[in-house]
C-alpha cells in the first residue's frame, strides 16, 4: 500500500520565491530513491501561508530508507549552505533570503485507501 508524506511548511510572503528556488536547486535528487512515486510542491493560492510538500512512496520504509539516504542529505546540507552563503553575501533574513525558508514545518503521514487516475484513449 502507497503512503504520502506531506510536509507543512509556513513561508511568509517575502520567503516564497526563496522556498522556491530552493526546492528547483534540488530537483532530481529524489527520483531514484527506490519506492519513490511522486511529488509535487504546492503554493498556496488564498487564506493561509503554508506550503505542501506531497511526495508519495510505495512503502513507509522505502520513505524512511530516503529520509536516511546521502541523497536526502546532500539536498539538505544543499539548502542550509545555501541560506549560509546568501546571509554571509548581505541577503540575510532581512534581505529574505538567508536561514530557513520556512518559520515552521510538521509532517502529516497517510496511507493511500483510493486512487483515481485518468482513463487512457
Known amino acids: ?38 511529488f509535487e510542491l504546492l503554493r498556496p493560492v488564498e487564506g493561509t501561508d503554508r506550503y505542501l510538500v506531497y511526495t508519495k512512496w510505495a512503502s513507509e520504509e522505502d520513505f524512511q530508507r530516503w529520509t536516511e539516504s546521502q541523497s536526502f542529505q546532500r539536498g539538505h546540507a544543499q539548502a542550509a549552505k545555501e541560506a549560509a552563503g546568501d546571509a554571509a553575501t548581505g541577503h540575510g533574513h532581512g534581505h529574505g533570503h538567508g536561514g530557513p525558508a520556512s518559520s515552521g514545518a510538521e509532517l ?9 487516475s485518468p482513463k487512457k484513449a
Open 1 to 38: 500500500m502507497s503512503v504520502v508524506k506531506i510536509n507543512v511548511l509556513t513561508v511568509s510572503a517575502e520567503m516564497r520565491d526563496e522556498l522556491e528556488r530552493r526546492f528547483s536547486g534540488r530537483a532530481g535528487l529524489v527520483e531514484s530513491a527506490d519506492g519513490f512515486e511522486g
Open 108 to 116: 502529516w503521514s497517510f496511507e493511500v485507501v483510493q486512487s483515481a
